[in-house]
């Protein structure tokens, strides 16, 4: 079966379209304990990194994830995840991070 020039490209702006709206988080764990998260977040910002928390809201006995990011290129939070390892001690994950989906 072939294909048209005019599919192919209706295809790939598709595929460019899916890949620009696509962002990512680091995800550098997971505290119950209000200060604990307070104090990473803050040490992860205090070391240049932009550090958030979700649910936004931290409450004492909560589970509540510390991430960082968003950014669009995987790449630059892999350069990141060498500060995240000196502030938490750990690597962190990343994941592709939709905003909606934390609503």
């Given at each position: 079966m072939k294909t048209s020039k005019q599919e192919i490209k209706?295809?790939?702006a598709q595929q460019t379209t899916?890949?620009?709206?696509t962002s990512y988080v680091v995800q550098v764990g997971s505290f119950s304990k209000a200060d604990n998260v307070n104090a990473?977040?803050?040490?992860l910002r205090a070391a240049g990194v932009k550090a958030f928390t979700v649910p936004e809201k931290v409450v004492d006995g909560r589970l509540t994830r510390v991430v960082?990011?968003?950014d669009i290129s995987?790449?630059?939070l892999e350069k990141q995840q060498k500060i995240i390892k000196q502030v938490a001690k750990t690597d962190g994950l990343i994941?592709?991070?939709d905003p909606l989906a934390n609503q």
């Open positions: 209706q295809e790939n899916t890949q620009a709206g990473l977040v803050a040490n960082v990011g968003p995987r790449k630059s994941v592709r991070y």
